[in-house]
C-alpha cells in the first residue's frame, strides 16, 4: 500500500531531450539552448491566428501579444508574422519553463481559458494554439480523463467474469482487488523512479520527468492481463481441491503448492526479459520495462503467493458464498470432467451456515 501512495501525484506527459545523460549530445545540445535563451526555448508554444477581417483583427492580435507578454510563466513573445497573404498570422510564445514541467502545461491552460478569452470576444480572430508542447498537453489530458473509465470497465467486466467462472462474489472481489494492489505498486514505483528522480542515475536517466502519457493506460492493460493469468491459474486449482474434499484450507495449501513452482518460473522468466529494456537508452522503454518487471515481481511474490492464499484462508468457506438469487449463473468448468459441489448451486458456503441470501 505504501508504495502505492506516490501514484496521488502521478503526472501525465512526455520526455525530451532534457531526460537524456549529460554525456549524450542531444542532452548537450538541449542544455547550451536552455543556457543560452532560456529553458522554454526548446518548446515554443506557436499561436496561429486566422485573420481574414485584415487591420480589425490585426489590432486585436496585437492586444492579444502584450496580453501574452504579461502572463505569468511567459518569457518571451515574437510580433505576429503575417503568412497566407496576411490571413494567418503567427506568433511564438516561449515559456519561462522546460516543455516538461508542470509550470508549461498550466502556462498552456491559463492561454487557452483566461488570456485568448479575455482579448478575442468576437467570432475573430480565431487563435489556435499548437505545437509540440500544447500538443502534449492535450494528449496527457485526453488520457487522463479516459485513463479512470478504462480502469472501471476493465474492473466490472473481470469481476462479472470471474464471479461466473468461481459462483463466488467474494472471489472474484478479492481477485481485482488484489491485481490492482500490484499495479498500483508499480505505478507509485514509477513515480518514485521516473517522476521523482530518485535512483534514476542507477537506470541511466539524465533526470526525472512526467511519466510517458500513453505508458499508464498500455501498463494496465498488459500487467492487468499478466496477473488475471496468475490469479485465475491459482484460483482455479484451488477450486479444483474444494470441489474434491469441501475443505477450504486444505484447498489453499495444496492449490498453492501445486502452483507455486509454475507461477513463479513463469514470472523470472517474465522479470529478466522486461528488465532488459531498462537497459536500452530509450527514456520510454526504459519507463515500460521497469513497470512491467516491478508490477510481475511484486504480484508472482507478495500478492499472489502471500496475500491471496492468506486472504482465503482467513475467509474460511467465506470464499465461495453465492447469493442465492444469483444461483442462475452458468456452471463453468476449466476441467470439464469436474463437477461442482451441490453447495454451489444453492447459492451457499458449504459448512459456513451461510444462507444463499
Not at 185 to 191: E, R, S, T
Request: a negative charge; proline letters at 6%.
Amino acid at each position: 500500500m505504501a508504495l502505492a501512495l506516490p501514484v496521488l501525484g502521478l503526472r501525465l506527459g512526455f520526455g525530451d531531450a532534457g531526460n537524456l545523460p549529460e554525456s549524450d549530445t542531444p542532452r548537450k545540445a538541449y542544455d547550451l539552448l536552455a543556457e543560452g535563451f532560456g529553458e522554454g526555448f526548446n518548446g515554443p508554444i506557436l499561436v496561429v491566428a486566422e485573420t481574414p477581417n485584415g487591420e480589425e483583427d490585426v489590432a486585436t492580435l496585437a492586444r492579444l501579444t502584450e496580453a501574452i507578454a504579461g502572463t505569468e510563466g511567459v518569457a518571451s513573445v515574437t510580433e505576429p508574422q503575417p503568412v497566407a497573404s496576411g490571413n494567418v498570422h503567427l506568433i511564438n510564445v516561449f515559456p519561462e519553463a522546460a516543455p516538461q514541467d508542470e509550470e508549461t502545461a498550466d502556462l498552456v491552460h491559463r492561454l487557452r481559458n483566461d488570456v485568448v478569452p479575455a482579448v478575442v470576444t468576437g467570432d475573430t480572430p480565431v487563435i489556435r494554439l499548437t505545437g509540440d508542447t500544447p500538443f502534449s498537453v492535450d494528449f496527457a489530458d485526453y488520457i487522463g480523463n479516459r485513463l479512470p473509465l478504462f480502469i472501471g470497465a476493465v474492473l466490472v467486466l473481470s469481476f462479472l467474469l470471474l464471479m461466473t467462472v468461481f459462483h463466488s462474489i467474494v472471489v472474484a472481489a478479492k481477485a481485482v482487488v488484489m491485481n490492482m494492489l500490484s499495479i498500483a505498486a508499480a505505478f507509485g514505483a514509477l513515480v518514485i523512479v521516473f517522476q521523482w528522480g530518485v535512483g534514476d542515475n542507477l537506470i541511466g536517466l539524465g533526470r526525472e520527468g512526467p511519466i510517458e502519457a500513453w505508458a499508464p493506460m498500455m501498463l494496465f492493460a498488459i500487467l492487468f492481463g499478466l496477473s488475471m493469468d496468475y490469479e485465475v491459474f491459482l484460483l482455479t486449482r484451488i477450486r479444483e481441491e474444494y470441489d474434491r474434499t469441501g475443505d477450504n484450507a486444505r484447498a489453499v495449501a495444496d492449490g498453492l503448492a501445486a502452483t507455486g513452482r509454475v507461477i513463479t518460473a513463469a514470472a523470472a522468466i517474465m522479470i529478466c526479459v522486461f528488465g532488459a529494456f531498462v537497459l536500452g537508452e530509450m527514456r520510454d522503454l526504459k519507463l515500460l520495462g521497469f513497470g512491467l518487471a516491478f508490477a510481475i515481481f511484486i504480484d508472482a511474490t507478495i500478492v499472489r503467493l502471500v496475500l491471496v492464499p492468506a486472504f482465503m484462508e482467513l475467509m474460511g468457506n467465506w470464499n465461495w458464498y453465492l447469493p442465492s438469487w444469483l444461483r442462475w449463473l452458468p456452471t463453468i468448468r476449466v476441467e470439464p470432467g469436474m463437477q461442482a459441489r451441490p453447495e454451489w448451486r444453492r447459492g451457499t458456503a458449504p459448512g459456513a451456515g451461510v444462507a444463499g441470501d
